[in-house]
């Protein structure tokens, strides 16, 4: 079992940003990958970003340019820089890990983008 606990979301005006980390623990040596989805109020849960253990990202398109992942592999942790929020990017965003496809996932922590 792999336990994910989220830290770092909140309230933030449009342009802002925010920094969210979630930090393994349990039988880490099976993760291979970490990332992000989220979900915002009557929508699908979508993917934001993962990253390998060798640190190659990948990006919905919606991100791009805005948002960066990152991964400390001596911490069991994964980042998510989000810069330039939008009031779209509302969400409760969630992060994953697993093998390839998630398995574990985190309780989620709320983001918000208002004026």
């Known amino acids: 079992q792999v336990q994910l606990v989220e830290s770092g979301g909140g309230l933030v005006q449009p342009g802002g940003s925010l920094r969210l980390s979630c930090a393994a623990s349990?039988?880490?040596?099976?993760?291979?990958?970490m990332g992000w989805y989220r979900q915002a109020p009557g929508k699908q849960r979508e993917l934001v970003a993962t990253i390998t253990r060798g640190g190659n990202p990948m990006y919905a398109d919606s991100v791009k340019g805005r948002f960066t992942i990152s991964r400390d592999n001596a911490k069991n942790t994964v980042y998510l820089q989000m810069n330039s929020l939008k009031p779209e990017d509302t969400a409760v965003y969630y992060c994953?890990?697993?093998?390839?496809?998630?398995?574990?996932w985190g309780q989620g922590t709320q983001v918000t983008v208002s004026s």
């Open positions: 994953i890990a697993g093998t390839g496809a998630p398995g574990y």
């Open positions: 349990g039988s880490i040596l099976s993760i291979y990958v």
